[in-house]
């Protein structure tokens, strides 16, 4: 199944800093979704997108859908340490069907 | 938000045995839920859409015939992971759709499957 290219595949980083992460595609998306997982969980669904252009916050988190609708970008602010996981973007091409593929994840380490 | 369960969380079987996990949709009817699978430090592989009442639509590579899926309900479909191998271990994460139109995409616990 396809993939989304996202990136830094990892990042250490010092309580207090912000975070950025992207995720691209060749594909055009309508629909963008942000997911952190923990060790042994299910994702958890962080922010959706389904405009081009749109910015939508959830508490620190910040995502943006990428005007091209080909890419993906999420911001975390003030990164606290449980904030520590991987940060998996996805993607659904069409309207039907709700097929969403994903990112190859951004593992995310937050040092006190 | 909504709640997607799976059923078991983990389980151990021998091989050449066949698994049943369960993924259900506690709040909300979903006529279609998503199977992924994934492997340690991996992103989600998407395996299969099942649908309510007609045969799964499976990814390109995904055997049907090992991966057996029913979605019986609104609120239950199972994958069953039939003569299973050791190459078969993994985690296996269900998602459900609450809304067709938004497709916000909501994920079951998983379920670890270790094949001896």
């Known amino acids: 199944g396809q993939q989304l290219n996202q990136s830094p595949q990892s990042m250490f980083i010092q309580e207090g800093e912000d975070v950025s992460m992207n995720c691209t595609s060749s594909?055009?998306?309508?629909?963008w979704l942000w997911y952190k997982q923990d060790p042994g969980e299910g994702p958890v669904l962080l922010i959706a997108?389904?405009?081009?252009?749109e910015l939508t916050s959830n508490g620190r988190l910040t995502a943006q859908f990428g005007i091209t609708r080909k890419d993906s970008f999420l911001n975390i602010s003030a990164s606290i340490p449980s904030d520590v996981g991987i940060y998996f973007c996805a993607g659904r091409r069409t309207n039907t069907g709700n097929q969403f593929y994903f990112g190859t994840g951004t593992s995310l380490t937050v040092i006190p | 938000g909504a709640v997607v369960s799976q059923h078991p969380s983990r389980v151990i079987c021998k091989s050449g045995t066949s698994v049943k996990i369960e993924c259900r949709s506690l709040?909300?009817?979903?006529?279609?839920m998503f199977w992924y699978r994934q492997f340690p430090k991996k992103s989600l592989m998407l395996m299969a859409t099942s649908n309510e009442g007609s045969k799964a639509t499976y990814e390109q590579g995904v055997e049907k015939d090992k991966f057996l899926i029913n979605h019986a309900s609104l609120t239950l479909s199972t994958l069953t992971v039939t003569s299973a191998h050791p190459e078969d271990s993994s985690f296996y994460i269900c998602?459900?759709?609450?809304?067709?139109?938004?497709?916000?995409?909501?994920f079951g616990e998983g379920s670890r499957l270790t094949v001896l």
């Open positions: 709040d909300f009817q979903a006529t279609t």
């Open positions: 998602s459900a759709a609450r809304q067709v139109n938004t497709g916000e995409l909501f």
């Open positions: 997108l389904y405009k081009a252009g």
């Open positions: 594909s055009i998306f309508n629909t």
